[in-house]
């Protein structure tokens, strides 16, 4: 009776989670500009650096690896249990790995989006650290600084005559 249906929505969920962790932990691990480990990988410093990354990138590679097994798994369960065909599993991970192909993809525009204003805040705010500390170098030359940070104009100090001695 289980055999009259089409998709597996457990092969179609288990595969979606997989598919969707394994192309964005790819993403983060080779293809990500800002990533600290690829940046990191080919200038340790030590041995016992290099074998801690390499340690890390097996154990990213295990976490992936693992969820793609633990779906292949929740799918084979649903044809040993007599619920579906092999073709209504391979269906629910067909339209998996379909629609979450372009999630996927959404989530890392989204990343690099959201680290493209980041990068833009703290270079616009370095910039004008900058400026504050070329400012500050002319306070000998009429410009202090304020309480808040910014930059005034020295007052004037009034040479009174009558107080300098001569």
């Known amino acids: 009776n289980g055999r009259l249906s089409f998709v597996s929505g457990h092969a179609s ?3 979606s989670t997989a598919w969707y962790t394994a192309l964005y932990m790819m993403w983060s691990l ?4 800002d990533n600290p480990y690829v940046r990191k990988l080919y200038v340790a410093t030590s041995v016992r650096g290099r074998i801690g990354q390499e340690i890390a990138y097996a154990f990213a590679y295990g976490f992936i690896l693992l969820t793609l097994c633990l779906s292949w798994f929740i799918g084979m369960t649903r044809f040993w249990d007599n619920v579906h065909a092999v073709s209504d599993i391979l269906g629910g ?3 998996a790995i379909i629609f979450s192909t372009p999630l996927v993809v959404k989530s ?3 990343h690099v989006m959201i680290q493209s204003e980041i990068d833009d805040a703290v270079t ?3 910039d004008n650290n900058r ?8 306070v000998g030359q009429g410009v202090i600084a304020n309480g808040n940070g910014h930059m005034v104009q020295e007052p004037q100090a009034e040479h009174n005559s009558e ?3 001569s």
């Open 13 to 15: 969920n288990s595969m």
């Open 124 to 126: 616009s705010t370095a």
């Open 30 to 33: 080779y293809l990500r500009v």
């Open 163 to 165: 107080l300098l001695p």
């Open 131 to 138: 400026h504050l500390h070329d400012d500050a170098l002319s």
């Open 93 to 95: 991970f067909l339209i």
């Open 108 to 110: 890392i525009g989204w």
